[in-house]
């Protein structure tokens, strides 16, 4: 299994939304709906924001949303706030209890 | 509210085996969901290692299959991972995790450095 394609960096100002893409195969992102976002800022544990896809958990913004379309999953954080300046990671099933995440995108609120 | 916590050396000898132990609280493990571990070398991404169901069922991560090896302790309510033959390439933060259909409950991680 290998990982999940995520953009190295992307950026934008404060109030405006981003996206951050997360590319899979037929055999991850594609055959489920099971792909989560996780939040870690420096030296810290990952926090998830997005589950199944476009759920959020409770007390998550909802200025965060998630959506799939096909093998490619994407996480779009609207009306951009300095605390969101953080790495983000997808997760996505791979089919036999097995997982794989992606490279990770680091996000910088200008 | 559910709380891991990691614990074990935090230093390994290259060829040794590195050994964590993951202390679960507020919720106990018996009543269900999968187990897991999951690593990041400094300044690199996420990798899942490996998750165990409360029954003892395990999975691994095929890269490190041959190495790895995940316990549970129902009555400790607490799981382990052991991984052999450590290279510097093992250096990472290792954190545990409650599985569902993701992670949500993570321990703080632990820093596990491999070097003579």
């Known amino acids: 299994q290998s990982a999940l394609t995520q953009p190295a960096s992307v950026s934008g100002s404060p109030g405006q939304s981003i996206t951050i893409s997360c590319t899979g195969t037929?055999?991850?992102?594609?055959?489920?709906?099971?792909v989560s976002w996780y939040q870690q800022h420096p030296g810290k544990a990952p926090k998830l924001m997005i589950y199944?896809?476009?759920k959020r958990p409770s007390g998550v913004s909802n200025r965060f949303s998630g959506s799939k379309s096909g093998n490619t999953a994407s996480l779009t954080i609207s009306g951009l706030q300095a605390e969101d300046e953080a790495d983000y990671y997808c997760?996505?099933?791979?089919?036999?209890?097995?997982?794989?995440f992606g490279g990770g995108t680091k996000l910088t609120v200008l | 509210q559910v709380q891991l916590q990691e614990s074990g050396p935090g230093l390994v000898k290259p060829s040794e085996t590195l050994s964590l132990t993951c202390a679960v609280s507020?919720?106990?493990?018996?009543?269900?969901?999968?187990w897991g571990w999951i690593r990041q070398p400094p300044g690199k991404g996420l990798e899942w290692i490996g998750s165990?169901?409360?029954?003892?069922?395990?999975y691994y991560n095929p890269s490190l299959k041959s190495r790895v090896t995940i316990s549970v302790d129902t009555s400790k309510n607490q799981f382990s991972l052991k991984l052999s033959s450590v290279t510097a390439a093992d250096t990472a933060v290792y954190y545990c995790?409650?599985?569902?259909?993701?992670?949500?409950?993570w321990g703080q991680g632990t820093l596990v450095t491999v070097s003579s």
């Open positions: 507020g919720y106990s493990i018996s009543s269900g969901y999968y």
């Open positions: 199944e896809g476009s």
């Open positions: 997760c996505s099933y791979a089919g036999s209890s097995h997982w794989v």
């Open positions: 165990i169901y409360h029954s003892g069922s395990t």
């Open positions: 995790a409650r599985v569902r259909d993701y992670f949500d409950y």
């Open positions: 037929s055999s991850d992102v594609g055959s489920y709906n099971l």
